[in-house]
């Protein structure tokens, strides 16, 4: 009886000792070194290592705030929530911060929004792929530990304010042409810009049988007729290339200065901020 009681001691003893093992963490020199592993501990281990990167799913949508852990594993029953376009039905199935997640067809991030502003400099692509050299994410890369996207793009030679963010609302924001963000560039041609060109971008034209217009388009008080003040609600700059090309210009600068309300003030080149709440509150009322 004895014997029994010292056995089931003992595997009770070990069946701490393993829920505790949990805690720490065995990386570079910390993993337990046992000359003669018992089978008990063997069956504990996971058989594969966990990836710090990856989350549960059920736990990433409770996280956004869409819903209680337990309903999320409803909802992930039901098919409402997808995994780079794939619907998920498992149980414990992991994703990455990287995935894009959506529930109900919204996008959902497991981390509070976060809304970062950077002066671009030249030289830096405008892209989250790897192998293009330097890019945006470079500079922005201490800004957060959130996943951050570029709002629309610069072109590498191109200077100025770009917006950074994990808020798909404020993104689809932005990419809506019609009801968007303004953002006002000052463009550099190679020459004076003709009075009649200037009303002629200012009216609309057609290039290739397509409209195209902006929102605003005036000379820069004080500087030569050559610098121009150009607002447009394109996401890209490509628009502004496609009109003065069309006009036989060469663009020698293109700078965004202004985002809706947002401006390069106490900002450096090259430098970034995180936006105030009263600057994320007005951006999401425009």
Same mark, same amino acid.
Request: aromatic share 6%; charged share 25%; net charge positive.
């Given at each position: 009886m004895s014997k029994q009681q010292d056995s089931k001691g003992k595997g009770k003893t070990s069946g701490k000792g393993n829920a505790n093992s949990k805690t720490k963490s065995f990386t570079k020199g910390n993993?337990?070194?046992?000359?003669?592993p018992q089978s008990a501990k063997k069956a504990s281990q996971p058989s594969k290592s966990s990836n710090s990167d990856e989350i549960r799913l059920n736990k990433y949508v409770a996280n956004s705030g869409m819903c209680s852990r337990r309903e999320a594993d409803e909802?992930?029953? #039901?098919?409402? *929530?997808s995994v780079n376009g794939k619907v998920i039905n498992e149980m414990g199935y992991k994703v990455k911060r990287t995935d894009e997640v959506r529930f109900d067809g919204q @996008? #959902?991030?497991?981390?509070?929004? !976060?809304y970062v502003l950077l002066n671009k400099p030249k030289g830096f692509a405008t892209t989250t792929a790897e192998g293009k050299g330097r890019t945006v994410m470079d500079l922005v890369a201490n800004a957060t530990n959130s996943n951050i996207k570029p709002i629309g793009r610069l072109g590498r030679n191109s200077l100025g304010l770009l917006l950074f963010t994990n808020d798909d609302k404020i993104m689809q924001k932005f990419t809506n042409s019609k009801n968007g963000v303004a953002r006002l560039f000052q463009v550099e041609l190679d020459k004076n810009l003709k009075f009649e060109d200037l009303k002629k971008i200012q009216e609309g034209f057609k290039v290739e049988g397509? /409209? *195209?217009? *902006?929102?605003? #388009?005036?000379? #820069?008080?004080?500087?030569?007729?050559?610098? !121009?003040?150009?607002?447009?609600?394109?996401?890209?700059?490509?628009? /502004? @290339?496609?009109?003065?090309?069309?006009?036989?210009?060469?663009? !020698?600068?293109?700078d965004c200065v202004g985002i809706g309300h947002l401006t390069?003030?106490?900002?450096? @080149?090259?430098?970034?901020?995180?936006?105030?709440?009263?600057? !994320?509150?007005t951006l999401k009322m425009m």
């Open positions: 993993a337990p070194f046992n000359k003669k909802n992930i029953a #039901i098919g409402l *929530v @996008r #959902i991030a497991p981390e509070p929004p !976060v397509k /409209l *195209v217009s *902006v929102e605003e #388009i005036s000379y #820069i008080q004080g500087e030569s007729k050559n610098q !121009v003040g150009i607002k447009i609600k394109n996401t890209g700059n490509t628009i /502004l @290339r496609t009109i003065f090309d069309d006009l036989n210009y060469d663009i !020698v600068k293109i390069k003030k106490d900002i450096p @080149r090259g430098h970034w901020k995180h936006l105030t709440e009263l600057e !994320v509150n």
